[in-house]
């Protein structure tokens, strides 16, 4: 799961790739404007000091065999690079230590990072330092310019990480070619879906291979489903008052009490309730605000099967869409277009599955015997032999012997004694003794 510290990192990395990127480019066509010069020309004339800074892929986009380089295809070290470089005579000061700022950020901090979290204090001290240099920077661009810096800065410090957020910054890590960078962040934004898949699909076997009879015997559970809404570049309070109409529509729509305000996101919410109404087992209780958190009430695993089957169903994704399209027609500060994301949360699938497991799983115990022949030579040792069964002094070799086992074969046995009272009746009348 994606924690505090995680979050941290991946709003670094956003904010740094994203904003990074395209102030650095908009630098570079700035300056290239201000030479009024062909920008292949320019970097013919530094090609034998970027072939030593370069790798191949770098190079063959900087120089090309046939046409002329795209700007739009370079990655964030090779704009920030390039632009130092070529423009270090018409840059500022102030726009040198900047695009400084912007590489040492990406060169030092994250290429090379060895862990994709980073704590409070790490992120207080590198948003502070990415949001000046960018701010700096957009302040000798465009209106618009400076605007989309700002919506940047505020989406990737405020704005929720959600999986569109998430699949963003997967295509800014795809537009840059450090191998190391890619894999650190990848990893990290992969290990909460993969956790989350890989928990359903065992919580999904897991019912399923329970007997009929089991999934139907009455058992209250409470699966929560989170709704994760994200939209444009919009400030946290303009999507918690979206979020908090879809909420309060929700719980209207449960009580079945009537909406006037919003009918278009009622109709989509209303589809959704006909599907969990059509189930058996199945209730949807009131909504919580946070995210938004779908409450659904199961009476049997059977529910429980039937309700995670249906939050993966096209029928439930398409709802979804019809109700963010809705959340488009209403008149807010917020922007548009919005996007709606649903899974059952981490804490529930796994309690789900510790409990199902607990359940299901039989404790099956192997038993073998040994027989170990002991031959007596008299009446002594007939009563020695049971003085020391009686007394405990065969248990304790034996668990000597437990031990040794499971350190030399790594198997963990309980070895139990016992005497074949038949036998030591037999030698005991052989040896014409008459008590016992």
């Given at each position: 799961?994606?924690?505090e510290?995680?979050e941290?990192?991946l709003r670094?990395?956003?904010?740094l790739?994203?904003?990074?990127?395209?102030m650095s480019k908009e630098?570079?066509y700035?300056?290239?404007?201000?030479?009024?010069?062909?920008?292949d020309?320019?970097?013919?004339?530094?090609?034998?000091?970027?072939?030593h800074?370069?790798?191949?892929k770098?190079r063959?986009?900087?120089?090309p065999?046939?046409?002329?380089t795209?700007v739009e295809?370079?990655?964030l070290a090779?704009l920030?690079?390039?632009t130092?470089?070529?423009?270090?005579q018409?840059?500022?000061d102030?726009e040198?230590?900047d695009?400084e700022?912007?590489?040492?950020?990406?060169?030092?901090?994250y290429?090379?990072?060895y862990s994709?979290?980073?704590?409070a204090d790490?992120?207080?001290?590198?948003q502070?330092?990415?949001?000046n240099a960018?701010t700096?920077l957009?302040n000798?661009l465009?209106e618009k310019?400076k605007?989309d810096c700002?919506?940047?800065?505020?989406?990737?410090t405020?704005?929720?990480i959600?999986?569109?957020t998430k699949a963003e910054?997967?295509?800014?890590?795809?537009?840059?070619?450090?191998?190391s960078?890619q894999?650190?962040?990848?990893?990290k934004l992969?290990?909460q879906?993969?956790?989350?898949?890989?928990?359903?699909?065992e919580l999904l076997?897991e019912?399923?291979?329970?007997?009929p009879?089991?999934?139907?015997?009455?058992r209250?559970?409470?699966?929560?489903?989170?709704?994760?809404?994200?939209?444009?570049?919009?400030e946290?309070?303009d999507?918690d008052?979206?979020?908090?109409?879809?909420?309060?529509?929700?719980?209207k729509a449960i009580?079945?009490v009537?909406?006037?305000?919003?009918?278009?996101i009622?109709?989509?919410v209303d589809k959704?309730?006909?599907?969990?109404?059509?189930?058996?087992d199945v209730?949807l209780?009131?909504?919580?605000h946070k995210?938004i958190?779908?409450?659904f009430?199961?009476?049997?695993?059977?529910?429980?099967?039937?309700?995670l089957?249906?939050?993966?169903s096209?029928?439930f994704?398409d709802?979804?869409?019809d109700?963010?399209q809705a959340?488009n027609t209403?008149?807010?500060?917020a922007?548009?277009?919005?996007?709606?994301d649903a899974?059952v949360?981490?804490?529930?699938?796994?309690?789900?599955?510790?409990e199902?497991r607990?359940e299901?799983v039989?404790?099956?115990?192997?038993?073998r015997?040994?027989r170990?022949?002991i031959?007596v030579?008299s009446?002594?040792?007939?009563?020695?032999?049971?003085s020391?069964f009686?007394?405990?002094g065969?248990?304790n070799?034996?668990?000597?012997l437990s031990e040794?086992?499971?350190e030399e074969l790594h198997t963990?046995v309980?070895i139990?004694?016992s005497?074949n009272?038949e036998?030591?009746?037999?030698?005991?009348k052989e040896e014409?003794?008459c008590?016992?």
């Amino acid at each position: 799961m994606i924690t505090e510290e995680d979050e941290y990192f991946l709003r670094a990395s956003l904010l740094l790739l994203k904003g990074g990127r395209l102030m650095s480019k908009e630098t570079l066509y700035k300056e290239l404007r201000k030479a009024g010069g062909n920008l292949d020309v320019l970097l013919k004339q530094h090609e034998r000091k970027f072939k030593h800074k370069f790798v191949k892929k770098q190079r063959e986009k900087l120089f090309p065999g046939a046409g002329v380089t795209d700007v739009e295809t370079w990655d964030l070290a090779m704009l920030t690079t390039v632009t130092l470089k070529v423009f270090k005579q018409s840059l500022n000061d102030d726009e040198k230590n900047d695009l400084e700022t912007i590489k040492c950020m990406r060169d030092e901090i994250y290429a090379h990072t060895y862990s994709s979290s980073l704590s409070a204090d790490q992120y207080g001290d590198i948003q502070k330092e990415l949001q000046n240099a960018l701010t700096s920077l957009s302040n000798g661009l465009s209106e618009k310019l400076k605007d989309d810096c700002f919506k940047i800065i505020q989406e990737c410090t405020t704005g929720p990480i959600s999986p569109s957020t998430k699949a963003e910054l997967t295509k800014q890590i795809s537009e840059d070619n450090e191998r190391s960078f890619q894999k650190d962040v990848m990893n990290k934004l992969t290990d909460q879906s993969e956790y989350l898949s890989q928990m359903r699909i065992e919580l999904l076997q897991e019912i399923k291979g329970l007997k009929p009879e089991d999934r139907s015997t009455k058992r209250i559970r409470v699966i929560d489903s989170e709704l994760t809404l994200s939209g444009a570049v919009n400030e946290e309070e303009d999507l918690d008052f979206v979020d908090s109409i879809v909420t309060k529509v929700i719980n209207k729509a449960i009580k079945h009490v009537g909406e006037t305000d919003y009918p278009k996101i009622r109709k989509a919410v209303d589809k959704i309730l006909r599907d969990v109404e059509s189930m058996p087992d199945v209730e949807l209780v009131e909504a919580d605000h946070k995210c938004i958190i779908l409450k659904f009430i199961c009476t049997t695993y059977a529910g429980v099967l039937n309700i995670l089957m249906y939050l993966e169903s096209e029928s439930f994704l398409d709802s979804l869409n019809d109700l963010a399209q809705a959340l488009n027609t209403i008149q807010c500060r917020a922007i548009g277009p919005f996007k709606l994301d649903a899974t059952v949360t981490p804490k529930c699938m796994k309690d789900l599955l510790d409990e199902l497991r607990a359940e299901t799983v039989e404790t099956t115990i192997y038993k073998r015997t040994i027989r170990m022949p002991i031959r007596v030579k008299s009446v002594q040792g007939i009563e020695h032999i049971w003085s020391l069964f009686e007394n405990g002094g065969a248990t304790n070799g034996l668990n000597e012997l437990s031990e040794a086992v499971l350190e030399e074969l790594h198997t963990k046995v309980t070895i139990t004694p016992s005497l074949n009272l038949e036998q030591v009746k037999a030698a005991i009348k052989e040896e014409g003794i008459c008590r016992f």
